[in-house]
């Protein structure tokens, strides 16, 4: 029996599990929506911006380890998915971008909307093709799911308008699915000699980024039994609880000091799913073991002593099979009371009553980790908010989803909607400032008209905060970064959720606990100081002198 090109499309997706499609509808791919609507395998969330879609579908395949799905028509919408797509790609979350192109007899004529789609698309996807023959459909349709899903990055199908409506018989197309999973493990005389280095070392840390986090029991016995500490990367952060006696935090400019103090000192670091750029908070004089399931990633940022390529999970079960137990030594001993000192001094600070009609936002971070529940979502959009949820938040076992090697602004919103999609029992909160907020708050509407209760903390200081602290520290007064911004909450109420505004630090926990716990969208806007500066553990002369000049700047008003 005959099929269309679409049909089929659908129904190689459903087979690689596909549940969801992000996008929106349009000309050019409405021969691929009559399908959609039929095959009820497969929701279509429709969203107010495509690059939100995108979003999600990065932030659906971070989540879930399974293939995000988004779509967008030719021209306009294949344009605004790059940015949520080069998300996905830099963080290697497995997406497919599907996109429309004017019909075939006008591809190359500077058609209406018509743009080099393939070009365009190049550098963000590893799979980059247009679907002109309906015998390719069902090979090239598996193939996409497979490149993107094994080598965890972007693939993009293309397709001309008439092309989802041309018939294929099913007995010149077949595709097949395949088990996904990565358990390789390394050879054994490289993990008998891993096993004698940190057996060895006086001074071990364990630097685990996000490529540990499906195997926290492993990397959490292997440090108890060594008796290792454990600093984590950004997107890392939950690897290991924060109330766990060997966990020492982040690392970076939005770390802790005992992070830096146990990198500094150490004697061997051992580096596990993580290829953590910045070198100058990396050990100069310890000996580095890189962990990593691709080869090309050991050694790729820091001169790496030994190598080893596999998965997280079963590498680190091995490598704590062959090491003995032992106590804390003295030097784990000190780094874990300056992590209690650390923990002091920021819960203080949190607690100590901001300016006036402005809230401390290291408090509202303390707050949410008491208030959310242990098994939540959070999704945290990239500013002076990440600052403060990375210093200030207590992480349990909750879910962290962050834009870490983009870095993209409008992260948040549409992660925590993915994260509420992709596991509707569990709380979903979308932790953001208000200039990134702002950029994609029209699919707070999308969370309303799907009943996702979502929670929205929003940190509103009327400023690109991070911004204005970066041009200080460069000696720059403060210049462009003063947004005006509408009453949040009210937009809640508006767009069909509900709205609190918060402006004194004594209502902050209240307002919390019943935005958490209302059965719709929520949004609680919170007027936070936007003098607060984000600064880092480890502060340098000239960091101190431009900030300094700039203040001198600013008031003089030269």
Same mark, same amino acid.
Request: hydrophobic content about 45%.
């Given at each position: 029996m005959?099929?269309?090109?679409?049909?089929v499309?659908?129904?190689?997706l459903?087979?690689?599990?596909?549940?969801?499609?992000?996008?929106?509808?349009?000309?050019?791919?409405?021969?691929?929506?009559?399908p959609?609507?039929?095959?009820?395998r497969?929701?279509?969330?429709?969203?107010?911006?495509?690059?939100a879609?995108?979003?999600?579908?990065?932030?659906?395949?971070?989540?879930?380890?399974?293939l995000?799905v988004?779509?967008?028509t030719?021209g306009?919408?294949? *344009?605004?998915?790059?940015?949520g797509?080069?998300d996905?790609?830099? /963080?290697?979350?497995?997406?497919?971008?599907?996109?429309?192109?004017?019909?075939?007899?006008?591809?190359?004529? /500077?058609?209406?909307?018509?743009v080099? *789609?393939?070009?365009?698309?190049?550098?963000?996807?590893l799979?980059?093709?247009?679907?002109?023959?309906p015998?390719?459909?069902?090979?090239?349709?598996?193939?996409?799911?497979?490149?993107?899903?094994?080598?965890?990055?972007?693939?993009?199908?293309?397709? &001309?308008?008439?092309?989802?409506?041309?018939?294929?018989?099913? #007995? *010149?197309?077949?595709?097949? #699915?395949?088990n996904?999973?990565?358990?390789?493990?390394?050879?054994?005389?490289?993990?008998?000699?891993?096993?004698?280095r940190?057996?060895?070392?006086?001074?071990?840390?364990?630097?685990?980024?996000k490529?540990?986090?499906?195997?926290?029991?492993?990397?959490?016995?292997?440090?108890?039994?060594?008796?290792?500490p454990?600093?984590n990367?950004?997107?890392?952060?939950?690897?290991?609880?924060?109330?766990?006696?060997?966990?020492?935090?982040?690392?970076?400019?939005?770390?802790?000091?005992?992070?830096?103090?146990?990198?500094?000192?150490?004697?061997v670091?051992?580096l596990?799913?993580?290829?953590?750029?910045?070198?100058?908070?990396? &050990?100069?004089k310890?000996?580095?073991?890189?962990? /990593?399931?691709?080869?090309?990633? *050991?050694?790729?940022?820091?001169?790496?002593?030994?190598?080893?390529?596999?998965?997280?999970?079963?590498?680190?079960r091995?490598?704590?099979d !062959?090491?003995?137990?032992? &106590?804390?030594?003295?030097?784990?001993?000190?780094?874990?009371?300056?992590?209690?000192?650390?923990?002091?001094?920021?819960?203080?600070?949190?607690r100590?009553?901001?300016?006036?009609?402005?809230?401390?936002?290291?408090?509202?971070? /303390?707050?949410?980790?008491?208030?959310v529940?242990?098994?939540?979502?959070?999704?945290?959009?990239?500013?002076?908010?990440l600052?403060?949820?990375?210093?200030n938040?207590?992480?349990q !076992?909750?879910?962290?989803?962050?834009?870490?090697?983009?870095?993209?602004?409008?992260?948040?919103?549409?992660?925590?909607?993915?994260a509420?999609?992709?596991?509707?029992?569990?709380?979903?909160?979308a932790?953001?400032?208000?200039?990134?907020?702002?950029?994609?708050?029209?699919?707070?509407?999308?969370?309303?008209?799907?009943?996702?209760?979502?929670?929205?903390?929003?940190?509103?200081?009327?400023?690109?905060?991070?911004?204005?602290?970066?041009?200080?520290?460069?000696?720059? @007064?403060?210049?462009?970064?003063?947004?005006?911004?509408?009453?949040?909450?009210?937009?809640?109420d508006?767009?069909?959720?509900?709205?609190?505004?918060? !402006?004194?630090?004594?209502?902050?926990e209240? =307002?919390?606990?019943?935005?958490l716990?209302?059965?719709? @969208?929520?949004?609680?806007?919170?007027?936070t100081?936007?003098?607060?500066?984000?600064?880092?553990?480890?502060?340098?002369?000239?960091?101190?002198?431009?900030? =300094?000049?700039?203040?001198?700047?600013?008031?003089l008003?030269?």
């Amino acid at each position: 029996m005959a099929e269309t090109v679409g049909e089929v499309l659908w129904d190689v997706l459903a087979a690689h599990g596909v549940t969801h499609v992000f996008g929106i509808p349009g000309d050019s791919i409405d021969l691929l929506m009559e399908p959609l609507r039929k095959d009820k395998r497969i929701q279509f969330v429709q969203v107010r911006h495509e690059e939100a879609g995108a979003f999600m579908a990065s932030a659906y395949a971070k989540k879930t380890g399974n293939l995000g799905v988004c779509m967008g028509t030719a021209g306009p919408g294949a *344009i605004h998915l790059l940015n949520g797509l080069y998300d996905a790609k830099l /963080d290697h979350a497995p997406v497919l971008a599907i996109t429309g192109q004017v019909g075939l007899p006008y591809i190359g004529t /500077d058609y209406f909307q018509e743009v080099d *789609i393939l070009s365009l698309f190049n550098n963000v996807a590893l799979y980059n093709y247009q679907v002109t023959d309906p015998t390719q459909i069902a090979v090239m349709a598996d193939l996409a799911c497979r490149q993107a899903l094994a080598k965890r990055g972007v693939s993009h199908l293309s397709f &001309p308008f008439e092309v989802p409506n041309m018939k294929v018989h099913r #007995t *010149i197309s077949h595709y097949s #699915t395949m088990n996904h999973a990565l358990d390789s493990v390394p050879t054994p005389d490289l993990l008998d000699e891993a096993a004698r280095r940190l057996q060895a070392s006086e001074r071990p840390v364990i630097l685990a980024g996000k490529g540990a986090l499906g195997a926290r029991a492993e990397l959490q016995s292997l440090a108890e039994k060594l008796s290792v500490p454990v600093v984590n990367t950004l997107p890392g952060k939950g690897i290991i609880p924060d109330t766990h006696p060997l966990a020492l935090g982040g690392l970076g400019l939005l770390g802790t000091k005992p992070s830096h103090s146990a990198m500094e000192q150490c004697d061997v670091c051992l580096l596990v799913g993580t290829n953590y750029p910045y070198l100058e908070f990396l &050990p100069s004089k310890a000996d580095i073991i890189q962990i /990593d399931w691709e080869a090309s990633q *050991i050694g790729k940022r820091h001169l790496v002593d030994l190598g080893l390529v596999g998965s997280a999970k079963p590498t680190l079960r091995a490598l704590a099979d !062959r090491l003995a137990p032992r &106590p804390p030594a003295d030097f784990v001993q000190r780094i874990q009371k300056e992590r209690q000192e650390w923990l002091h001094d920021t819960e203080a600070k949190a607690r100590r009553a901001g300016a006036p009609d402005a809230i401390r936002p290291e408090w509202v971070a /303390d707050r949410l980790s008491h208030l959310v529940e242990p098994d939540a979502n959070i999704a945290i959009d990239v500013g002076n908010s990440l600052v403060w949820m990375s210093r200030n938040f207590r992480i349990q !076992r909750q879910g962290w989803l962050v834009s870490a090697w983009l870095g993209s602004m409008g992260f948040g919103l549409p992660a925590a909607i993915a994260a509420k999609i992709a596991e509707p029992d569990r709380q979903s909160i979308a932790v953001v400032g208000d200039g990134g907020f702002a950029m994609l708050m029209a699919d707070f509407v999308t969370a309303v008209k799907y009943d996702l209760p979502i929670t929205v903390v929003l940190f509103n200081n009327s400023r690109l905060g991070m911004i204005k602290f970066e041009q200080e520290v460069h000696g720059m @007064p403060e210049f462009g970064t003063h947004l005006l911004n509408p009453d949040f909450s009210a937009y809640a109420d508006a767009a069909g959720g509900k709205g609190f505004l918060v !402006r004194r630090q004594e209502d902050v926990e209240e =307002a919390l606990a019943s935005a958490l716990h209302a059965h719709v @969208p929520t949004i609680v806007d919170i007027h936070t100081d936007p003098n607060e500066k984000p600064i880092p553990p480890r502060i340098t002369f000239d960091q101190a002198k431009g900030y =300094a000049e700039a203040i001198f700047r600013e008031t003089l008003h030269i």
